[in-house]
């Protein structure tokens, strides 16, 4: 009979050994006799039932003794409860990075092993919970008290992770991230976002890249940063620019173009480390900067008179169109606008003339002659993404797990791409493609008003004529 039994391991809630016969009873440890065999009692021997029963096991939890004279009745729903805690504890305790613990699936396996009764998962929620943030390590609260070495900066192949780490920063780049960085660099995009940065930090930035032959974009690198300063950016360029010079035989590398915000910092701090890199800032982000001050300056004015909306319309366009006619083109509308007392728009002119004119260097936003990345949509898409899987700021251990876990399927992707197993989707006609279609189709009309020897003002028509046709793609 002894031999039938079927013994599981358990534990009280103060963590001492439990065992349990046949999902049945339920013994705690009792004491070690000399022979190191050990003496478990009933759990009810104390309770109001003094059950007598107890049970002997040798170490190796083979039965030496059993007293089954139980005088209570079976609870096997509660054993299977104990049970099952007690196999989740373990698995987490068996793990050495816990954020990576997928408790749900865990407790469909264990519950499939357990066959018979078996606890609902809301009802070991909380305990489970409990355990698990007894495994979690203490979180950091700032910077100064972020490790130099951790079990979090490997990657999931056990490569190194983190790559540099000061009072203001800490970079994050996989040596397939470096690769990355190092062969496709023709165009390269930087973000921050704010809403999943830790509570000690400023921000997460982000570079990504574009690797052409597959069609896909990729993750070059994560950052944690604690302020937006020139400095701190300068720092992070210099730091992923060396770490692909050194996986490069010091071959230098330096990005063709570097997409971005219209952020200055940011911009002169590329500039610095990458002094032949093309800055294109995000047409996106010029749109909705025009738009916003075009509702504060002359909303009405745009909205209700059609000549004004085209005008409109032709400056936000400019961005697409041959840079040597933007200034012409920009003079006819603002003596337009000033011929018909257009004072609202003429203030909007104004504010476009000074920001985007005179400001900024009309290179940095414009893309006459690359029309193939016009945004930083590369890097807004992945930073929405992380925003969705953190519905309150993440912990810094819990953030660097999933920018690990991130890295990994980046990896696995790049992979099976590399190898055919995955097929690479055609790219669908969009935007950027119908607006190159148009813009090349002008400037062969102009290379040939050029060659006819045409005058100026009948290419600044041209350019103008397109603005129009622009506007009804974009």
């Not at 305990?127 to 070495?149: C, D, G, H, W, Y």
């Not at 010079?245 to 500039?271: G, Q, V, W, Y």
């Not at 900024?360 to 414009?366: A, F, Q, S």
């Not at 690990?404 to 690479?424: C, F, P, T, V």
Request: aromatic share 14%; net charge positive.
């Amino acid at each position: 009979m002894e031999e039938n039994l079927i013994i599981d391991i358990s534990e009280s809630n103060k963590g001492k050994e439990q065992i349990i016969i046949d999902k049945k009873y339920k013994f705690n440890f009792s004491y070690k006799r000399k022979d190191n065999s050990k003496v478990y009692k009933c759990t009810e021997y104390k309770k109001i039932n003094k059950c007598k029963s107890f049970i002997i096991l040798n170490d190796k939890k083979e039965i030496l003794k059993y007293n089954s004279s139980h005088n209570h009745p079976e609870n096997e729903y509660d054993m299977s409860l104990s049970i099952m805690k007690h196999k989740i504890k373990d698995g987490i305790e068996k793990s050495s990075i816990p954020f990576g613990i997928k408790i749900k699936p865990l407790y469909n396996k264990i519950s499939k092993e357990m066959r018979l009764i078996c606890p609902e998962y809301n009802s070991i929620k909380s305990q489970i919970s409990r355990n698990l943030n007894k495994k979690l390590p203490s979180n950091v609260s700032t910077f100064a008290e972020i490790p130099s070495e951790s079990e979090y900066y490997k990657t999931k192949r056990g490569e190194n992770f983190m790559i540099f780490k000061n009072s203001n920063l800490i970079i994050f780049q996989s040596p397939f991230q470096a690769k990355l960085f190092r062969e496709y660099n023709d165009d390269i995009f930087v973000d921050g976002t704010f809403f999943i940065a830790p509570k000690f930090s400023y921000q997460v930035f982000i570079t990504r890249t574009y690797a052409k032959e597959l069609d896909s974009f990729y993750t070059t690198s994560f950052a944690i940063l604690k302020n937006k300063e020139q400095e701190t950016y300068k720092m992070l360029f210099e730091k992923l620019k060396r770490n692909a010079n050194t996986c490069n035989n010091n071959i230098r590398i330096e990005p063709k173009n570097l997409h971005c915000d219209f952020e200055r910092a940011i911009s002169k701090a590329a500039k610095t480390i990458f002094p032949n890199t093309n800055i294109k800032y995000c047409i996106w982000h010029y749109k909705k900067s025009l738009e916003i001050k075009k509702n504060k300056l002359c909303y009405n004015e745009v909205k209700n008179n059609n000549n004004i909306f085209i005008y409109y319309k032709a400056i936000s366009n400019l961005p697409f169109i041959n840079p040597e006619y933007i200034f012409d083109i920009y003079v006819i509308i603002k003596i337009k606008s000033i011929k018909n007392n257009y004072c609202q728009f003429l203030k909007f002119l104004e504010y476009f003339y000074k920001t985007y004119l005179i400001d900024y260097d009309m290179k940095i936003w414009n893309y006459y002659n690359n029309i193939e990345h016009i945004t930083n949509n590369a890097s807004e898409s992945l930073n929405n993404y992380l925003n969705n899987l953190f519905p309150t700021k993440p912990s810094f251990y819990e953030l660097i797990d999933k920018l690990n876990e991130l890295e990994h399927l980046s990896y696995y992707d790049n992979q099976r791409k590399i190898r055919g197993i995955w097929k690479i989707k055609k790219r669908a006609i969009n935007k950027a493609n119908e607006i190159s279609v148009l813009i090349e189709r002008f400037k062969s009309i102009e290379a040939k008003l050029i060659d006819d020897k045409c005058d100026r003002n009948n290419i600044i028509n041209l350019w103008f004529d397109c603005l129009t046709d622009l506007n009804n793609i974009i």
